[in-house]
């Protein structure tokens, strides 16, 4: 699985972001400031149909407005893909995931 991920701009602690594959840990790693601002993160993901179920979390998420309820993440996430080891989409990870 390949995930572009970034921490918010604004945001000066690094997050830890963990991902599920379908129910088991497919790996954790901390994403923070860096050279680049979005970092491409691989984690090896099982996939026996054409459906699977992903879960993100991330760990000491920030409060958001809390008149809305909402919770702030501090991650931004703009690509997850599902690919073959031998994929020609399957770019470089810029940080290692554990």
């Given amino acids: ?9 604004e945001d000066s602690e690094p997050r ?3 991902v599920t594959c379908n129910g088991h840990l497919a790996g954790r790693v901390l994403v923070g400031a860096g050279r680049e601002r979005w970092r491409t993160l691989h984690f ?3 996939v026996a149909s054409e459906t699977v179920a992903l879960e993100l ?3 000491h998420p920030l409060r958001g407005e809390t008149a809305e309820a909402r ?3 501090g991650l931004q996430v703009n690509e997850i893909s599902v690919l073959r080891d031998d994929s020609p989409m399957l770019r470089p ?6």
Avoid: F, G, I, K
């Fill in 1 to 9: 699985m390949q995930l572009h991920a970034a921490r918010r701009p």
């Fill in 16 to 18: 830890e972001l963990s």
């Fill in 44 to 46: 090896v993901v099982a």
């Fill in 57 to 59: 979390r991330v760990e």
């Fill in 71 to 73: 919770l702030d993440y």
């Fill in 93 to 98: 990870a810029t940080a290692a995931a554990a």
